[in-house]
């Protein structure tokens, strides 16, 4: 008998891109807000290789701190389509509100990509492999409030961004999270909030 050789399949490794608009618009990974602003954050990544898969979840996984309150979704797009108002079918919201806000802790939100109408927070993007082209660009944008409990001066107001996918053919609820990346919005201590009255 002959050893004709062997194939090792390897998942390709799945990585972040996490900026916070500037004064200028411009992306940064550190910004400065007065209490009571709101702030933009892009999350940028690729759509993982799912070759081989029966089922495959795809997410992106935000922790904002305590002084940063999650405002919307204001963009979706997969390669070159706008996928902003395809809720429901091409991405989901899940917010975990009972999730403890700590840096690189339990998320305190997802973006869920082709999401299981059937078991919430659950993804499949076999079951929609046409809108989600191997390797394509994924671009979220959305909008967080600095509030009242922000850090003032010192350390900052944080933001860790991950993603969560499947990484085992043999069951795809076993999920790799990426590398995180943060951002940090500063405030100054003369920069005091007033609650509406």
């Known amino acids: 008998s002959y050893t004709l050789g062997t194939v090792e399949y390897k998942v390709s490794d799945v990585t972040i891109t996490k900026t916070v608009a500037g004064a200028d618009g411009a992306p940064v990974s550190s910004n400065e807000a007065q209490i009571g602003d709101t702030v933009t954050f892009t999350l940028s990544t690729t759509v993982p290789n799912y070759t081989g898969y029966d089922r495959f979840q795809f997410k992106l996984a935000d922790t904002l701190s305590s002084g940063l309150t999650?405002?919307?979704i204001t963009g979706v797009k997969i390669g070159?389509?706008?996928h902003t108002a395809d809720k429901g079918s091409i991405w989901t919201l899940v917010e975990h509100p009972d999730d403890?806000?700590?840096d690189g802790g339990t998320?305190?939100?997802?973006?869920?990509?082709?999401?299981?109408a059937a078991q919430r927070g659950a993804s499949n993007l076999v079951?929609?492999?046409?809108?989600?082209p191997i390797?394509?660009?994924v671009t979220v944008t959305y909008t967080a409030t600095l509030?009242?409990?922000a850090v003032i001066m010192g350390a900052g107001n944080t933001n860790t961004a991950?993603?969560?996918y499947s990484h085992n053919p043999n069951d795809d609820t076993d999920l790799e999270r990426s590398v995180e990346e943060t951002t940090t919005t500063y405030t100054g201590d003369c920069l005091l909030y007033t609650s509406p009255s």
Request: aromatic share 8%; charged share 20%.
């Open 70 to 72: 999650l405002g919307t």
């Open 80 to 82: 070159d389509a706008d």
């Open 100 to 102: 403890p806000k700590a």
């Open 107 to 116: 998320p305190t939100f997802e973006i869920v990509f082709a999401p299981d």
């Open 127 to 132: 079951a929609r492999s046409g809108d989600f």
């Open 135 to 137: 390797g394509a660009a």
């Open 147 to 149: 509030n009242q409990n």
């Open 162 to 164: 991950a993603v969560l």
